[in-house]
């Protein structure tokens, strides 16, 4: 079973950045995909990014493409969103998810596990 617990959320004002971190406990060996969904309050959960086992591919929201970026650290079995130029839009609740590999990155009905979320706020 796979456990996932994210961190690093906050209050911070537009045109500032954060680091979302993602540790990842518990895999059983498999390959993940490892994504980030966000949820704002009374909206569905909406993908942000993923990326693939590897690292050697990336994928994007259009509405964070050039500010986000996802990265990895499969020996300390962690994931990160590093959050620039933020916007009071991006205000939610993140949630890291994994799933093994998959061309339906951007689904979350594809993804099998899921931390508990960080919130995060973004004020104008």
């Known amino acids: 079973q796979v456990q996932l617990v994210e961190s690093g959320g906050g209050l911070v004002q537009a045109g500032t950045s954060l680091r979302l971190s993602c540790a990842a406990s518990g895999t059983p060996g498999g390959i993940y995909t490892m994504g980030w969904f966000r949820q704002a309050p009374g909206k569905e959960r909406e993908f942000v990014a993923a990326i693939s086992w590897s690292g050697g591919s990336t994928y994007y929201a259009d509405s964070v493409r050039g500010r986000f970026t996802i990265s990895r650290d499969n020996a300390n079995n962690m994931v990160y969103l590093q959050m620039n130029s933020l916007k009071p839009e991006d205000t939610g609740v993140y949630f890291c998810?994994?799933?093994?590999?998959?061309?339906?990155?951007?689904?979350?009905?594809?993804?099998?596990?899921w931390g508990q979320g960080t919130q995060v706020t973004v004020s104008s």
């Open positions: 998810a994994a799933t093994s590999p998959t061309r339906r990155y951007a689904d979350p009905h594809a993804y099998n596990y």
